[in-house]
């Protein structure tokens, strides 16, 4: 035994320092750092069959001094006439891990532990909870506090940052996404944070020519049937980005994003049917929405006629 486990030992350690050197030169001349860890592994695994193969022996010797030990004890007591207690099972044996890891009491002993309740020829037995259950269970306990106060936590924080950093990416996004808009992906926005900016914008940049309640002065009337340039959105839009020449109305898209203008155009459209007092008479022509099956209805006629 003595000479194998040196032989083993010595066979670990030449492998080990054989696969360091390996590495020092390999990497003097010019391997792969995959090929070393490779090596290295291969040397770790050696070392760990070397180890299981010593257990292995060590198991076995055991055992056998084991029953070595219990077949003199037995023909001792047989010389000296004496009672030949029982024996319990060898260390390291099968029977000997499985009273540590079941403590159940044997099956010759269950009537000091019988509670003396019996159905249908069942006993209840008192026994102890296995102690690889027990302890299993202690371990978990010991786990979540230390996970509640080492991870629970701490990720609980991260996650707010984490949160707070996607919502600023997501605001900037969005803002990317608005300010990349132009005449032709506008869309009507309908939600009352845009409407309200687009409503200040307008109070404080068109109000002036096209009154506050978009009933039309300098500039046309926004709140009847009747456009001079298109009365759609992306119309309302282009109007507002490049101006009209000719006109008072300038082009904004120097002074206002595209976000801006977005909101702008919308509000606007929000003027349509509200009937501002004294109004602008009507410029342009009649609009008829796309998509509508009936024409667009004539507010100065129909409102003359009644």
Request: net charge negative; charged share 20%; aromatic share 10%.
């Amino acid at each position: 035994m003595s000479r194998l486990y040196k032989s083993s030992l010595l066979f670990g350690g030449f492998s080990l320092s054989a696969g360091l050197a390996f590495g020092q030169e390999a990497s003097a001349s010019g391997v792969t750092a995959d090929e070393v860890l490779n090596v290295i592994l291969f040397a770790i695994v050696a070392l760990a069959l070397v180890a299981l193969l010593l257990v292995i022996l060590l198991f076995i010797l055991v055992q056998n001094n084991q029953k070595e030990r219990e077949v003199a004890k037995i023909a001792e007591l047989k010389a000296q006439g004496k009672e030949i207690p029982k024996m319990g099972p060898a260390i390291l044996s099968w029977a000997w891990f499985k009273d540590i890891l079941t403590d159940n009491v044997a099956l010759e002993d269950e009537d000091s532990i019988d509670l003396g309740h019996e159905y249908d020829g069942i006993r209840e037995l008192d026994n102890n909870l296995p102690p690889w259950w027990k302890y299993g269970f202690y371990l978990t306990i010991v786990y979540a506090l230390v996970y509640w106060f080492v991870w629970h936590e701490p990720s609980k924080e991260m996650y707010e940052e984490e949160m707070e950093i996607a919502a600023v990416a997501k605001a900037k996004y969005q803002e990317q996404q608005a300010n990349s808009t132009d005449e032709n992906t506008v869309v009507m926005l309908t939600d009352g944070v845009s409407l309200a900016a687009g409503k200040e914008v307008f109070e404080m940049l068109c109000a002036a020519c096209h009154r506050v309640d978009g009933g039309g002065s300098i500039g046309p009337n926004l709140a009847d049937d009747y456009w001079l340039h298109g009365g759609d959105i992306k119309d309302v839009f282009r109007t507002i980005k490049y101006g009209v020449e000719g006109k008072q109305m300038i082009a904004w898209e120097d002074q206002m994003s595209a976000k801006e203008m977005a909101e702008v155009s919308s509000y606007i459209m929000t003027f349509a049917g509200t009937n501002p007092p004294d109004p602008k008479e009507p410029e342009g022509e009649l609009y008829t929405p796309a998509g509508s099956s009936q024409p667009a209805v004539d507010s100065v006629q129909a409102t003359a006629g009644l």
